[in-house]
């Protein structure tokens, strides 16, 4: 495919001021007469605040003012709220504690924002923030997460044992017929290890007040500037929605760490107008490893059912997830509804039950993380399934082959009707590429230098383009989940197209504008993308759940099919010729069966002059706006094939080969869809191998730095293999499923089947650390768990 | 305060400074040269990487004043007018970069090394040397091959395309 239309790998537009250093992302701005603002974080798990003292903090050189909760209250300002409503198995709703943006009366994790400090500079600011003197009386701390239901320690009150919600999914008697029955049931313990998302851009934000106007602005490191923009406004209480316009301007890298309101960013737009000056806080590494959301974090007894045939008949599982000291915006849902309803995998299973218990801890909050819920679903899935054909002594792939859903709409026990796919292809042509078929023989070389060898596979499946607005509020969703656009073509046939969906690493830039050159037959030149600032788009969704290409350029293709029926009329009357028979193709509205036509541009100019018609006939202009709700998930598959070589002497795992291929569905760029499954796999293989964050007993992060929790590097990762199958997505104009979390999701569980297949059992947990793997590699293989 | 002289991609500069003021700081708040990048504290992640006296430095673990009298180059400073530096246009091509935080210190990082080890740099070589790099987006599979060709590039070997 060459060009620039959908299927090309276009390089991308944005890169330029990337490249040259003038990006432009909100530690970059300064606003005139800025003060800097500096918090002062919790050093214990959970404690009772006795007193706070100021006065010497403020007596230091460049302070302009310190803030507490006490202010916060005063000026009547709400807390931080979570989104989506959940409801326990005995249909209460959910126990969630108050969540003040600064600490009132209490502290519950290390790194809660106890206080603020605002100065001229930033340096002063964070000397006077030491001098806050802030009493405490230490309480006994919840931190793990098995642990937290019942504990002596109670996080909040509301939920007097620690318990958010006891939840569930599936059918419990079916479930448990279908065990009955079983010939064979395979029972794992699964540690979903706790991950910190760490964009290289830390969190930052400037607030600013406008007392001419009464106006308020944000500048933030967003996903989803509206969202923010709303719960700012309606549920925060800070501004009307109308004079609060939130920007988030170039951001490096969100995960789903950056959909999230924080404590943070809400301050600093309210102390603007405190302190009658632009409040500009950036976060600092350590600060982003206390107090962004984590990801992950669960405790699964998980049980897979097989009959004599080898078919799989059932599959139960029971998990608790931490949710950290506080509901975060989305968390209720990640461990609920973003999991459970995943659990099928690609599998045919007749009866599924899935028990979820969500727990506090005096932990950082937890919440969506790339992938969010689907890669703990594929991880329990994707054990189960390797070490169940391991028990039955099958072929792991047959063992999958066999069990795949292969005819089309399947309806899962579990809430998803998935719309299409071809399994098989896909794990085929990832057996071909990995070359499977000679294993064998590397497994045999690998052993006669000493060294073990695996190979682990992983056939996963995610909900992505999220969501249908009517599923997901009757799941309890707080916000429709639809993606709004609108496509202006200036008189000269230029376009600018504004979404609501965010760009932070995924390309908008150019993708958007290759569909815009597909459709409308313009150059990708003319073509700009507006997002981020509420100011110029009316509202939208923002950017997570691999959504922005379905659901966003859904919505774009409809706003240019608006235009496209708009120019028709304008040509009719610029070629003096029935609308009816006006064609527009390759840029061209044309005069069916003549050779009269005119250009998209001269239409667009026509549009605008208004002089081939009156205003009265046709309104002037060409913009049209579109808000699409998808009518289903989209549903992304693949498999992903890992082999690794273990070192037995240092418990060194080497990723020898990692081979990816996926069904995305119809791809508008493959190089930038390439990209995004490089990205998932690193940071899937991350939290195989090396990521973990690690709370000590009393609640300190003892991995709070680069030095402390291992991020992958470029060393620790080979060159990926990436191929792809397509089965076009049926529940969307463009026949797009997303791939933005496809890596993360799938490498876990291949990374551990390649690991658990070389040491020849399975017990180990992420992440595979060599001390781990050392220790397992040490161990005399047990016995197998299961009959 | 303390006075402090460099020059900072071929311009002379002169500042009043809190001697504490670090050379990222330094280039960002007092130049408001902001395309050096700051991802970390403990001198980890490389998106503050710039050229000091024509080698790679992590302008975050300099002070300022460190740099008196010395040569300063960052991204900013790389292209010549509205030529691309090679590195840059290798990293373009092939798709080196996602939200492009981390991306200055990292062809800042790979100018450096393939000054230092010429234009053949196998992969294993390229991920070694990207130890003090941290990218949270591409997986680096593509920053190693925009590194071997923005290498070659830069010694007048054409620019090889990405495979498609
Ligand atoms: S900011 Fe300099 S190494 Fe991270
Ligand atoms: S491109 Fe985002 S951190 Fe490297």
Redesign the pocket.
């Known amino acids: 495919m060459t060009g620039t239309g959908i299927g090309a790998p276009v390089r991308r537009k944005e890169d330029q001021r990337f490249i040259t250093g003038q990006g432009r992302y909100t530690d970059d701005l300064a606003r005139p007469g800025q003060t800097h603002a500096a918090f002062v974080r919790s050093p214990h798990a959970h404690a009772r605040i006795r007193s706070i003292d100021t006065s010497a903090a403020s007596a230091m050189p460049g302070v302009v003012a310190i803030l507490t909760g006490d202010d916060l209250a005063a000026d009547k300002i709400g807390g931080l709220i979570c989104g989506w409503m959940i409801h326990s198995k005995d249909g209460t709703p959910m126990k969630a504690g108050p969540h003040p943006a600064l600490a009132q009366g209490k502290v519950r994790y290390v790194g809660d924002h106890v206080a603020v400090v605002i100065a001229e500079t930033f340096a002063q600011a964070r000397d006077a923030a030491e001098r806050v003197e802030v009493d405490y009386e230490p309480l006994a701390a919840v931190v793990d997460t098995a642990k937290a239901k019942g504990a002596g320690a109670v996080v909040h009150d509301e939920a007097p044992d620690n318990l958010v919600y006891e939840w569930h999914l599936g059918e419990k008697d079916a479930t448990e017929a279908a065990f009955a029955r079983a010939a064979h049931v395979t029972r794992l313990d699964i540690t979903n290890n706790r991950l910190i998302p760490n964009p290289i851009e830390t969190r930052a934000a400037i607030g600013e007040y406008d007392a001419g106007t009464g106006g308020y602005t944000l500048w933030t490191t967003s996903q989803n500037p509206h969202v923010a923009r709303l719960v700012l406004s309606a549920f925060i209480g800070i501004a009307p929605e109308h004079q609060l316009r939130v920007i988030a301007p170039d951001v490096g890298g969100g995960f789903g760490s950056k959909i999230f309101i924080y404590a943070e960013e809400t301050v600093c737009v309210w102390a603007a107008k405190k302190v009658g000056r632009p409040v500009k806080w950036t976060s600092d ?1 350590t600060e982003a490893f206390l107090a962004d959301a984590h990801g992950r974090d669960h405790v699964t007894h998980a049980e897979l059912a097989v009959d004599e045939n080898a078919k799989i008949i059932g599959l139960r599982v029971h998990t608790t997830a931490n949710l950290g000291a506080y509901l975060s915006t989305f968390s209720s849902s990640v461990p609920t509804y973003l999991y459970a309803p995943l659990l099928s995998g690609q599998y045919d299973i007749p009866a599924i039950y899935a028990e979820v218990d969500g727990v506090y801890t005096n932990t950082a909050p937890v919440d969506a993380y790339r992938g969010a819920g689907r890669p703990e679903a594929t991880y329990v899935v994707e054990r189960l399934v390797e070490v169940t054909a391991r028990q039955l002594g099958m072929d792991p792939a047959k063992f999958r082959k066999k069990n795949y859903i292969k005819r089309f709409p399947h309806q899962t026990p579990v809430i998803m009707n998935y719309d299409v796919g071809d399994y098989a292809a896909s794990l085929e042509k990832a057996m071909e590429i990995a070359d499977v078929k000679g294993f064998g023989k590397r497994k045999r070389e690998s052993a006669k230098r000493g060294k073990l060898r695996g190979l682990g596979y992983s056939s996963y499946i995610e909900a992505c383009g999220i969501a249908p607005s009517q599923a997901v509020g009757s799941l309890g969703a707080g916000v429709g989940l639809w993606e709004s656009a609108e496509v202006r073509v200036n008189p000269t046939g230029s376009i600018e197209v504004l979404t609501g969906s965010h760009s932070h690493g995924q390309g908008h830039e150019t993708t958007f504008a290759q569909l815009v050159s597909d459709r409308l037959g313009v150059s990708i030149d003319t073509v700009n993308i507006v997002h981020g600032d509420t100011d110029k788009v009316q509202f939208g969704m923002g950017t997570y759940g691999s959504r922005s290409g379905a659901v966003g350029m859904s919505a774009i293709t409809k706003a240019i099919d608006k235009v496209i029926a708009k120019g028709k009329k304008v040509a009719a009357y610029a070629l003096e010729a029935s609308e009816g028979d006006i064609e527009f193709a390759d840029g061209r509205f044309k005069v069916a069966g003549t050779d009269r036509s005119l250009a998209f541009g001269e239409v667009a100019l026509q549009a605008y002059v208004a002089h081939k018609f009156s205003g009265q006939d046709l309104e002037p202009g060409l913009k049209e706006g579109a808000f699409y709700d998808p009518t289903n998930f989209t549903f992304p598959a693949g498999v992903h094939i890992c082999e690794v070589e273990i070192d037995p002497d240092t418990g060194i795992t080497k990723i020898e080969r990692f081979t990816a291929v996926d069904d995305f569905g119809v791809v508008i760029n493959p190089m930038i869809v390439e990209g995004q499954v490089h990205g998932g796999i690193a940071q899937g293989v991350g939290q195989a191998l090396m990521e973990g964050a690690i709370y000590d007993e009393s609640g300190q992060l003892v991995t709070a730095s680069y030095q402390d929790y291992q991020m992958p590097r470029a060393g620790d990762l080979p060159s990926f293999q990436v191929g792809m199958t397509s089965t076009p997505c049926p529940s969307n104009p463009l026949g797009i499923k997303g791939c933005g979390e496809a890596g993360a999701i799938a490498a876990p569980p291949a990374v551990i089947n390649a690991v658990t297949d070389a040491i020849g059992h399975e017990e180990i947990a992420m992440p595979a650390t060599p001390q781990a793997v050392w220790r397992a590699v040490q161990r005399a293989r047990p016995a197998m768990a299961a009959e | 305060m303390a006075i402090v002289s460099m020059t900072v991609n071929g311009k002379p500069v002169t500042a009043d400074i809190d001697p504490r003021t670090l050379l ?1 700081q330094f280039l960002r708040e007092h130049l408001r040269l902001t395309g050096t ?13 710039v050229h000091m006296n024509g080698a790679a430095v ?4 300099v002070l300022a004043l460190q740099a008196d009298g010395g040569d300063v180059v960052t991204i900013e400073g790389l292209a010549n007018g509205a030529e691309l530096h090679p590195m840059q246009a290798a990293f373009r091509e092939h798709h080196g970069l996602q939200c492009g935080y981390c991306t200055p210190g990292m062809i800042m990082t790979a100018v450096d090394m393939a000054n230092r080890l010429g234009p053949d740099l196998s992969e294993e070589t390229i991920r070694s040397e990207l130890e ?1 790099n941290i990218c949270r987006c591409t997986g680096y599979h593509n920053i190693v091959r925009a590194v071997e060709s923005g290498a070659r590039a830069m010694a007048g070997q054409p620019m090889r395309e990405a495979a498609e």
């Not at chain 2, 990048?37 to 990487?49: I, K, L, N, P």
């Not at chain 2, 992590?58 to 673990?61: E, F, H, M, N, Q």
């Open positions: 590494r | 990222v990048h700051v991802g970390c504290d403990t001198s980890q992640c490389g998106a503050c990487v992590k302008a975050c673990t003090g």
